[in-house]
Every structure is written in C-alpha cells, then in structure tokens.
C-alpha cells in the first residue's frame, strides 16, 4: 500500500500518526481513504467544494501532483506520497 | 573589478583560498557581495554567523525585536548580556567581532511594502530567515521584482525546509505556495516550538547556498526543496516546477506591485503578539480574577496536555484546541466560560470555533496564562 507521509503541523488530526498506508489506486482515492480513516483532517485539505486547498502540496516521489495529473494521478503501492507544509518559523 | 584582499585578508581566509572552487577569486567575489537577511532570529543567527566569518563584504540585518530570554534556547548569535537590547544591535557586535573587515547595515524596523524595495535593491542576495507568512510573502514579491535571489529557509519543531527561489532561473515561493494557509492552521515557533539546533542545522544550510550562488559554484537548490526531518535524520528532495499561472512570476502575473501581505495572509507580520479574539470578545486577566471571586465561571484550556506541566490554572478542563470540534459534546452551551492558551492566539481560534458551534458565552483570555502570570499570580512562571 502506499504510504503517505503527514507532516507535523497535519500529526493533530492523525493521533500524532506520520506515515499512514492509504489504500487507493490514484491519488483521489487515497485521500479518499485517509480522510476515512482520520475524519478531522478533511477540512484541512479539502475546501467546501471538495478540491483540494490551494496551499495544500501533495508529492508523490519527488513530483507535485500538480505537474502530474493532480488528484487523478495514478500511484502504485510502493509510491511514498509526501505532504508538504507550508512552515513560517525562523 | 574585484577589490584586492589585504595581506591580512589573506591570512583570514587562508581555508578558503586552499579549495580550487574558491580560491582567491572566490574570495575577492564574496568581498565584493552583499547579502541581506530577513531576520535575525533562529535562522538569522547561523546565517549572519556564517556569511560574516566567509567575509560578504557588507551585510544587512533587519529586525525590530529585542533579545529575549526565550531566543537564547536557539538564537545563538545574541546572549545573555544582550538580553532586552535590539538585536540587530546585539548581532551587529558580535558580527563586527568575529570579523571587523566587513560592513554591517541595520534596519531596526519591521520589513514592511513600504521600505522592503527600498531596503532590498542594493543587496546581491536576500536571505529569508523571517518567522511569519506575511514577511514570507514580502520577501518572496520584492526578490522576484528586483531579479534578485531568495535564499529560503523555515523552521517548524523538528522540520526544516531549504530552498532558493529565483524567478529568473526557477520558481519563486508563490509557484510553490500560490495562498498562505489559512490563519492559525500552522502553529507559529512561538505557539508549537522548535528544537533550539534546528535552525542551526537549516540556518547552516542556507548559508551554504547563499555562498554557492555568490560563487556561482556547485548545484543551488534552484528548482529543488530540501525537507529535513530531526527525529528522523532525515533529508528528502523534491522537485519544484515553475507555475504557469503564478499570480508573481508567471507569464500573466497580475502582481505588479506590493501588496497588503498581513490582509493576504490573515496575520500579523510577527508571531509573539498577545492574542486576541477582537473587541468585544476578550476578558483581560484582571476582570477575569475580579469575576472568579463572585461567578462562578468554567475555564477551558486548549493548551496541549504537556504544557499543563509548566503552567496551570485550577479547575479549567483540558481539551486541546486540535481535538476541540470533535469533543464539543463535553461542554454546555449554557455555561459562561473562559477559553485560554498560553498567549491568547489558539483560544481565539476555539472561541470562534465554539461561536460557529452556538455557544454564546465564551469569552477568551486576552495574553492567555502567559498574562495572568505576569499580573495576576506572579508565582507561575512565563514560557
């Protein structure tokens, strides 16, 4: 299963969790399942809509899903999913 | 022309004369750079440390906070003999000591659209070392209108990320963060903490790149963001495109001028002010140990369990601010209560939470249990 790693200012809406499997066969559906799995992050992510928050960076690998095919992007099980936080501290 | 470097130049730098990448034209190019740096806090510290010992000809510091206690966990560069100086004072001594032959500018003012160009346009290279998102934003905008490289660094807990942001050759933040997180979803240092090395490890980092791209030397993280993990030892890299439709850099960019960074992001441009929930909505420590005596008043405390330890008020119930919506039930609508945290900022976030879910009677706690130890039990002591 992929797995998808949280980054630490997301870890209050996962019980502390930093690598969660997500089961899915593209990005849709993984997030599909996270938000299943940990309710409470899903306003954090996703807008009213249901689309992804701009300021959300979600990698799989090394590339931004936003120079893929976004939340249609297929992944595969060994596929590490990163998101990227945006962090102000200095 | 590239200055000479005198006989005892030659001496200082003598370590980097022996590495072929520098050399003595290397060194006679960084006496001849500037850097400025956008602030002199964590990340400012390492940075300015380093910059200045490597011997940048002239570097600008800007910051209008003073020394803190609580900067000294991590912000090395200041000390305890500085405490409640300005800082970019206090660093400026140390700089000057560790290396007189250089030129130290000071801006003791806040990093504003009305004096960031005017401040930025005479540098080579700006160093983001600033602890907000508005000031992000600012840096980001102004080194995009002046052509001018983004050494980028932030810091959160034990998470670090390195970058350089140079519209001419790559992305720029925007292209990576078109909007800021909505306000209060990413806690600042001062409300989550840091790990006092972690902007020593980052800070190391982006001197590193600052002088990589003033040599022109090596590979500088243009189109690539380092992510640091702590606990994990970990360095990952990611790869950072250009974004067609950045509102800044991009071929149709709409932002032709500064803007108004704090109504952009939603925050203030600093990250230690008292917390407020707005007028009408804030009870000060001194009417709330007044009320305490005759009403009887519920005290929520949306503080994380381990910050209890440090400091504590009696009977309030813990529910912290993360896990708030999802133990609503827990509380009564019907009762007056006071929310609190440490500094005021996450109970004005759970006060407006609580207003969204119908309660009415909340008011929070103007500077949290930071202020009430500061006037009204001076036994607790402040973090």
């Known amino acids: 299963m992929p797995v998808l790693r949280i980054p630490t200012p997301l870890r209050a809406y996962t019980n502390g969790q930093s690598n969660i499997n997500v089961a899915g066969a593209n990005i849709s559906e993984a997030l599909t399942d996270l938000t299943a799995q940990y309710p409470t992050i899903k306003p954090h992510l996703f807008n009213e809509g249901g689309e992804l928050r701009p300021f959300v960076n979600l990698f799989v690998g090394e590339n931004n899903i936003k120079d893929l095919q976004g939340v249609s992007t297929p992944i595969k099980d060994e596929d590490k999913l990163v998101l990227i936080p945006s962090i102000a501290g200095g | 022309m590239l200055p000479e470097l005198s006989r005892d130049e030659i001496l200082r730098y003598s370590r980097h004369l022996l590495i072929p990448e520098v050399g003595l034209d290397g ?47 991590r912000q090395v560069i200041h000390g305890t003999s500085t405490i409640g100086k300005l800082k970019v004072e206090s660093a400026k001594t140390k700089l000057l000591d560790l290396n007189p032959g250089i030129q130290i500018d000071v801006y003791n003012e806040p990093y504003t659209s009305e004096n960031a160009l005017r401040i930025a346009k005479d540098y080579d290279i700006i160093l983001d070392g600033t602890d907000n998102f508005p000031t992000r934003y600012l840096t980001n905008d102004v080194a995009v209108f002046l052509g001018k490289p983004n050494v980028y660094a932030s810091i959160y807990r034990f998470d670090g990320q390195v970058s350089v942001f140079y519209a001419k050759e790559g992305p720029c933040y925007r292209c990576l963060f078109p909007e800021p997180p909505p306000p209060g979803l990413v806690p600042s240092c001062a409300e989550g903490g840091v790990l006092g090395v972690l902007p020593g490890t980052i800070g190391t980092l982006q001197a590193t790149e600052a002088l990589k791209v003033l040599l022109g030397i090596g590979e500088p993280l243009i189109g690539k963001l380092l992510l640091y993990n702590a606990l994990d030892m970990s360095f990952d890299f990611v790869k950072l495109k250009k974004n067609p439709n950045c509102r800044v850099c991009g071929p149709n960019a709409d932002i032709k001028e500064l803007i108004d960074y704090e109504e952009f992001c939603g ?117």
């Open chain 2, 267 to 383: 925050v203030p441009s600093h990250d230690h002010e008292e917390g407020s929930a707005g007028a009408g909505h804030d009870i000060t420590v001194t009417e709330l140990a007044e009320r305490v005596k005759t009403n009887h008043l519920k005290l929520l405390d949306v503080r994380e369990p381990h910050e209890l330890q440090i400091s504590a008020l009696p009977n309030a119930v813990n529910i912290p601010l993360g896990q708030l919506a999802a133990r609503l039930s827990e509380l009564d609508s019907a009762d007056e209560m006071v929310i609190f945290c440490k500094s005021g900022s996450r109970s004005a976030r759970g006060l407006e939470l609580l207003a969204s879910a119908g309660f009415k009677k909340v008011k929070n706690l103007k500077g949290g249990i930071n202020a009430w130890a500061k006037e009204v039990d001076t036994n607790l002591p402040l973090y």
């Open chain 2, 27 to 73: 060194q006679r190019k960084l006496k001849n750079s500037s850097a400025l740096i956008i602030g002199t806090g964590g990340l400012g510290s390492p940075v300015s440390l380093y910059l200045a010992a490597a011997g940048i000809g002239r570097i600008g510091l800007v910051d209008y906070d003073v020394v803190d206690s609580s900067n000294l966990q």
